[in-house]
């Protein structure tokens, strides 16, 4: 069965080319020219993804993500935005998308990140395990290293007694550095398991969420947990 597909952008042209590619891939799509029309069809068909553009009239792509997610509904969310700075792509991150293509895009990457947004929530897991590859499932429902104690059932998190408000790839990045606590893991190994796709050496993707999960673990006058390994990747420990 072919996957279905929210789109939603303002940009008439920039939607009927995206559509129209889409469509030819093999996907079955919702096209959309804003944000209200976006939440309405959301609520009527659910969609296996959504791709959002950011800058919309009245409800923009950030509104809509924010509202799915306050909803409870963790469908994949992949955002298409023309702002490139940091501070832009955390604020996205932090109203809950997964991943965003930054315009003017290759529609192949757009389709790439979308097959690794949908691998990820797919119950058939991806073949070729590596030693940062999440184990089967095991009895035991905690998993913990360096102070940190996750549920990957009910999909929550603690450090110590505070229990931490994750996105899903913040989640799983966490997840990824927990089952391999005190093991140094280099960037394409978590770009394939967390994205199914190594974005290349000029990509931030990664030290953007890495950065903001940082923000969400640290505390005052306690020792940082996620340490960069230069020229390497990251290590959760503690020092």
Not at 54 to 62: A, E, Q
């Amino acid at each position: 069965m072919s996957q279905t597909v929210l789109l939603a952008e303002d940009d008439r042209a920039i939607r009927n080319a995206l559509e129209r590619a889409l469509t030819l891939e093999g996907y079955q799509v919702m096209a959309v020219a804003d944000g209200v029309e976006a939440l309405a069809q959301a609520h009527r068909n659910r969609p296996d993804v959504l791709v959002l553009d950011v800058m919309m009239p009245g409800i923009d792509g950030l509104q809509v993500c924010r509202v799915l997610r306050a909803e409870g509904d963790r469908t994949p969310i992949l955002m298409l935005t023309a702002l490139v700075e940091t501070a832009d792509r955390i604020a996205g991150l932090d109203a809950g998308a997964d991943d965003y293509v930054v315009k003017p895009f290759d529609v192949e990457e757009v389709f790439a990140r979308l097959r690794a947004l949908l691998r990820r929530t797919s119950p058939v897991g991806v073949g070729g395990a590596t030693v940062a590859e999440a184990p089967r499932p095991v009895p035991e429902r905690f998993i913990e290293a360096a102070g940190i104690r996750m549920d990957p059932q009910a999909r929550r998190a603690w450090r110590g007694a505070r229990e931490l408000e994750l996105t899903r790839t913040e989640f799983e990045l966490l997840e990824l550095l927990v089952r391999n606590g005190g093991i140094v893991l280099d960037h394409s190994t978590i770009y394939d398991r967390i994205w199914g796709y190594d974005f290349g050496p000029g990509s931030k993707n990664l030290a953007v969420y890495v950065g903001y999960l940082r923000r969400k673990l640290d505390e005052p006058d306690a020792p940082q947990l996620i340490h960069t390994v230069r020229g390497v990747g990251y290590v959760l420990r503690e020092d």
